[in-house]
């Protein structure tokens, strides 16, 4: 099977513009987990879909926003970007179902924000 | 909400010596505790997990144990190889449908040849 694929991988932005990243999960896997992964604060959680819905959020702000699609398929926002968003932003799908919790990487989108 | 503290920050062991890494939680209500391994410039990769209702789990020199009443768990690595050389991290999570993954903040391990 596939991996999680992300794209882009490499993503530079101006403060003030907004992103769009991209998210595949693994065939089948119907939860994607979207994470912040910064030197200073570790890993993040920012928010999970399933199925189309949001099941759970992290707390950062609203700027921060995410949507899934019919095949599972996830993009995270940012709008009003900061130089504190700059970040390696991670997702990561699982199956979404009590029997198996565990949740695989993607290769992550590096973004820096100037 | 949860909160999981890792120990110790950096560590450095001899190669063919073990490792260990300890973390604890705040929720008694997480059930799942996965491990990642992240090697520089490269994806968290899950190499062990273990939930609530099992005390130790192993897979071939990696080990994890698990103690509930002490709200504790950690990652044993034995004969360690220089390709163990990463970062490591621990998480915890809630039941299903609150399966967020909190990490703790990662453990360095180098070793030495």
């Known amino acids: 099977k596939a991996g999680v694929t992300q794209t882009p991988r490499y993503l530079i932005k101006t403060r003030g513009q907004q992103v769009t990243l991209s998210c595949s999960p693994i065939?089948?896997?119907?939860?994607v987990s979207w994470y912040q992964q910064t030197p200073g604060q570790g890993l993040q959680f920012l928010f999970e879909?399933?199925?189309?819905?949001?099941?759970n959020k992290g707390n950062f702000p609203g700027r921060f926003s995410g949507r899934q699609f019919s095949n599972s398929r996830s993009e995270m926002n940012v709008s009003t970007l900061e130089l504190g968003d700059s970040a390696l932003y991670l997702c990561?799908?699982?199956?979404?179902?009590?029997?198996?919790?565990?949740?695989?990487f993607g290769p992550g989108t590096r973004l820096t924000v100037t | 909400g949860e909160n999981v503290e890792q120990h110790p920050s950096t560590l450095s062991v001899q190669e063919g010596d073990s490792a260990v890494i300890k973390c604890t939680y705040s929720?008694?209500?997480?059930?799942?505790f996965p491990w990642y391994k992240q090697e520089l410039g490269k994806r968290p990769q899950l190499i062990i997990d273990?939930?609530?209702?099992?005390g130790e789990k192993k897979d071939q020199r990696i080990a994890v144990t698990l103690n509930k009443t002490a709200k504790h768990f950690s990652l044993h690595i034995t004969e360690t190889q220089p390709e163990d050389s990463a970062v490591y991290f621990c998480?915890?999570?809630?039941?299903?449908?609150?399966?967020?993954?909190?990490f703790g903040t990662g453990t360095r391990l180098t070793i030495i040849p």
């Open positions: 990561a799908s699982s199956l979404g179902d009590q029997s198996a919790y565990e949740q695989y």
């Open positions: 065939s089948g896997h119907r939860s």
């Open positions: 879909y399933f199925s189309e819905t949001q099941r």
């Open positions: 929720d008694s209500a997480s059930n799942y």
């Open positions: 273990i939930r609530s209702n099992v």
């Open positions: 998480a915890a999570t809630l039941p299903f449908g609150n399966e967020k993954l909190t």
